[in-house]
Each structure stands twice: as C-alpha cells, then as structure tokens.
C-alpha cells in the first residue's frame, strides 16, 4: 500500500513511436494511393533513421521503433507491397495524419500523478512505476494480523472426533480471509478453555502481532474465559450489535495492540470479520476508504426474517445481467452455523427489520471480495 503519492517525471512513451509494422510516410503522400514511394531505410524497435523522411519517401519501420523526422503516419505492413530490389513500396490506401503513432506523452507527462497514497500495488501498478524509472516507493508496511480460535472443543489435527468435539474451520478461513486482504496472517493456533492458556496466548500475540483476531468466548456463556482473560490484560468493550449473524462482538486493546473478539459460529465469524474488522485492519494498512461498497440489485427470491430488532445480512448467490445490474437469489441456508451457504455466496443481503424482500423489488447488497 502506498504512504505517499507517486507523480511522474517522465513521458510515457518517451518519444513518438509507431504502433505497427510497417511504413512511416508523410500521410499527404498517400492521397490518391495507390502510389509508390522510395524506400530510404529501416528501423528496428531501438534505432533511429539517419535522415529524414521528405515528400514521396517512406522508412520501413519496425513495431515500437521512433517514428522518423519528416514523417507524421504509419500504413500497415499488411496495406503495403513492398519492392527490396528496387528499394520502393506500394503504399495501398490513404492515410490521415497520425495513423498508427503512439505520441510522445501519450499516456503520462511529467507533473501527472500517478497512483496516490492508499493504493495497493498491483502487477499494473508496478508496470507503470517501471515504466517511468521509479524503482521505491514509500509503501506502508503490510500489517502482521495474529489468528487464534479459542475453545475445548475445537479439533484441528485430523483425528476423528470424539463426542462434543467440533473441527476448527475459523481459524482457517480467517487466516485465508487475511491473505487475500494483503495482510501477514499469522496462525496462533487454538487456545484452550483455561485462562493461564488464553493469557499467554493473547500477550503473546499482543507482542508479535500489529493486530489480532480471535474467534469464540466473546457472548455470555459461563466459560467464556477469553472475556474473563482480556478484561484483566486489556482495555476491551463487549458488545450486542443490532445485527445477524455476527451480533457479540469485542473490540479493544491489549498494550497498544488491538483485538477484534469474532463470534465463534463460523458464518458469525466470517460476517464480522467483512463488516468490522476488514475495514479497520485497512485503515491501519494505508487504506483510503472503508472498502464497504453497497450496491442495488434485484431479488430473484423472497428474502424476510421476523421481526427482531436487527438488521439481516442475507448470504445470497449473485449474476450480473447485459445491462450491469445485480441479480440475487439465496445461497442456501441461513444459520449462523451453515457454512456451506456462506462459501458459496457472491454477496451479503441487507434486509431491515420488518422489511420482507419479494422477488423482483431491489435490495442493497454487500459484494464479497
């Protein structure tokens, strides 16, 4: 992510140049083509002619090669018949002034900016960069983000399981989530139900981590000790957000380090890892904006949910239709447990309290990345 604004110094292309195989004329020569003209010379991608190009004369010129003086167009090789024993071509159709050239400046000039503070480098981004001669950047450092699930009844080494037991899916689409976000996610492991565990588990992080994210011990049970733990080495708020799934949810500090306290129903999870902590994670990474884009679409399905306070967010299946427009139907089941639906979503869903979503009337939707 950058730290600070690039501006260009240089031209991009450095000089005119032709963007075909061909030959460079003076495109008033080819009024009334077909004509023939004499053939002065040839340039390949990384010369120059010696000379220049005059009234009824023609170079033969090589893709990305500068254009020469004198001439002000490009024809096609595939419009040309070109004759190397008497040093002539025939030159097919007309041309208008500047066919085929890439001017000088075409795409940058100095003074342009280029990318701002804030955006992540991509593959194109670096092309751009190359191309006007910057080499460094000041780029904010990507964020080391701890993941740790807590819980004794999460399993993660591959063992059947014994009764009461859950496989920890969590900790992993956390981690994936994070990657994909450009962030360092780093893998905590699980921390078991017992404080002395979850204490050296969480300062630990606190210490190697710019960030943590837990998942699990954030409600009201009797054995969430990951609240017990935090509210004894941290400065943290426990919250109900009027929202489902995802409605514990805990934020604070550990030292200077902040934890996001995930609910541990694997939808919860993942829901308020997009709602919550990917766009404070961002910012902390250099990000301009929230990266919470909502979209209209239309409603393929009936989406509703009784009356109770919260705002929804629906896991729905999208297509984009020939005119742009977002078609939503539901990705299956609702559960905060379900999975499976949460995979195969495009989008979440906004649906108010008491509002019922019928089919073809619109709906605001969350695109997931």
């Known amino acids: 992510m950058l730290a600070a604004d690039v501006v260009a110094a240089e031209l991009v292309p450095p000089f005119a140049n032709t963007a075909m195989d061909g030959f460079a004329v003076q495109f008033a020569d080819t009024v009334g083509a077909p004509v023939t003209l004499e053939v002065i010379g040839t340039i390949a991608a990384g010369s120059t002619l010696d000379g220049e190009v005059g009234p009824g004369q023609a170079a033969r010129i090589m893709t990305g090669a500068p254009m020469p003086p004198g001439a002000d167009a490009v024809v096609m090789v595939e419009r040309t018949s070109f004759d190397e024993a008497a040093s002539t071509v025939e030159i097919e159709i007309a041309v208008d002034e500047g066919n085929h050239v890439r001017s000088a400046g075409e795409d940058v000039k100095p003074g342009d900016l280029l990318f701002g503070a804030g955006t992540r480098l991509a593959a194109g981004h670096l092309g751009v960069l190359a191309s006007v001669g910057v080499h460094t950047v000041s780029v904010v450092r990507r964020p080391r983000v701890g993941v740790i699930s807590t819980g004794d009844e999460l399993v993660d080494d591959g063992r059947p399981l014994l009764p009461g037991e859950i496989r920890d899916s969590n900790r992993r689409t956390l981690l994936t989530l994070g990657a994909e976000a450009g962030w360092d996610a780093v893998d905590l492991g699980i ?179």
């Not at 239309?298 to 009784?306: A, C, F, K, V």
């Not at 078609?327 to 639906?341: D, E, F, I, K, N």
């Open 191 to 369: 921390a078991v139900d017992e404080p002395g565990a979850i204490r050296e588990a969480f300062l630990a992080a606190a210490e190697s981590c710019d960030a943590i994210l837990s998942s699990g011990g954030v409600s009201m049970g009797a054995f969430d000790y990951v609240k017990v733990v935090l509210d004894e080495i941290g400065d943290m708020r426990w919250m109900q957000i009027a929202i489902k799934p995802a409605k514990p949810f805990a934020f604070g500090l550990v030292g200077a380090t902040p934890v996001f306290g995930l609910p541990g129903n694997p939808v919860s999870s993942m829901v308020s890892f997009e709602l919550l902590a990917r766009p404070a994670i961002g910012f902390m990474a250099g990000m301009d904006d929230t990266g919470l884009v909502l979209l209209r679409a239309i409603s393929e399905d009936t989406l509703d949910h009784p009356a109770d306070g919260k705002v929804h967010f629906l896991r729905v299946e999208g297509r984009i239709d020939d005119t742009g427009r977002w078609h939503v139907r539901r990705a299956g089941g609702q559960g905060s447990h379900q999975l499976t639906a949460m995979a195969r979503a495009d989008a979440l869903a906004l649906v108010p309290d008491g509002v019922n979503i019928t089919p073809g009337d619109e709906v605001q939707i969350l695109p997931l990345r």
